[in-house]
């Protein structure tokens, strides 16, 4: 894009060598804005980002809409783009936020700054986590929707970028999202148990041992109140209740969980082996040769 207004400007300065003529000047004359199309975009760039330091948020925002739409075929209209996103997360405007990183990672997809724009967007949705405000209830007891929305959005940054700079970060924030959904099985688990609903409860503490192994505790506190639930009479899995266990001992076997596993094995009723069943041919009632007959003498 730069290269063409400066071959038009060579070209006349040729012909106002040759001839002194008032077309050549007008047409030179004509080329100065494409020329300083570059270096009047930065300008104003700068000026937008002069404001962004400042914390002029709304002014800068202003600044940089109109370096997007007055500029946008220079380069500074894709970082006007992100710095506008930029400016809706420092002033906690989470929902706009999100929606300008998408758009700039979307429209813009060979961009360098794509990485930490899709970074952002998990971090946008992490900031609208519920914290845990003494007055309030813990984060395990309400909605968990803004959990699942930066779990999906950090693990598919993650997944795109696994060496990007920020991805130790988003797996730290990952593992931190992963316990509070599973600290919310748990909770609703134990209400169902509370309120003498272990079929209920059973579906949630499942949940949490299929989904959750990498959380070691959650993992097997989930384990070995499943362990209770199948062996309840109103759910009536004995086998399954003696299986988890033994997994609950041999994947788990020096936490306190284990411990209490062993002890409930040792209770549980062991199932009747059933009887062998004989095969043809193998002197079975089906198989045993009717009595000889009586002897007439």
Request: glycine share 4%; aromatic share 10%.
């Amino acid at each position: 894009m730069q290269q063409r207004p400066r071959l038009l400007a060579a070209s006349c300065r040729s012909a106002l060598f040759a001839a002194a003529l008032a077309a050549p000047i007008g047409a030179c004359s004509s080329t100065r804005p494409d020329a300083s199309y570059s270096d009047s975009a930065r300008a104003a760039f700068d000026e937008a980002m002069e404001a962004f330091d400042d914390e002029d948020f709304l002014e800068a925002v202003k600044r940089l809409t109109t370096v997007k739409n007055k500029y946008a075929y220079s380069r500074w209209a894709a970082l006007a783009e992100l710095r506008i996103a930029d400016a809706y997360y420092e002033q906690d405007k989470w929902i706009e936020a999100i929606d300008a990183y998408r758009t700039f990672a979307q429209s813009r997809p060979n961009h360098p700054d794509v990485p930490y724009a899709l970074y952002r967007v998990g971090r946008s949705y992490y900031e609208q986590i519920p914290s845990d405000f003494f007055i309030l209830p813990p984060v395990h007891e309400r909605d968990p929707a803004a959990t699942k929305d930066t779990l999906r959005a950090l693990e598919t940054f993650v997944d795109r970028y696994p060496e990007n700079e920020n991805a130790a970060d988003a797996r730290d924030r990952i593992r931190t999202c992963r316990r509070l959904l599973a600290d919310q099985e748990m909770y609703v688990a134990r209400f169902y148990l509370h309120q003498e609903r272990p079929v209920s409860a059973r579906g949630r503490l499942e949940r949490v041992v299929a989904e959750y192994p990498d959380l070691e505790d959650r993992w097997a506190e989930a384990a070995l109140l499943l362990v209770g639930v199948y062996a309840d009479a109103s759910v009536g899995l004995m086998a399954e209740a003696r299986a988890m266990a033994q997994r609950l001992i041999r994947e788990r076997p020096t936490t306190p969980e284990a411990q209490e596993a062993r002890d409930l094995l040792a209770r549980l009723p062991v199932p009747p082996t059933p009887p062998a069943s004989a095969s043809p041919g193998d002197g079975g009632p089906e198989n045993v040769p009717p009595p000889a007959p009586a002897s007439g003498g």
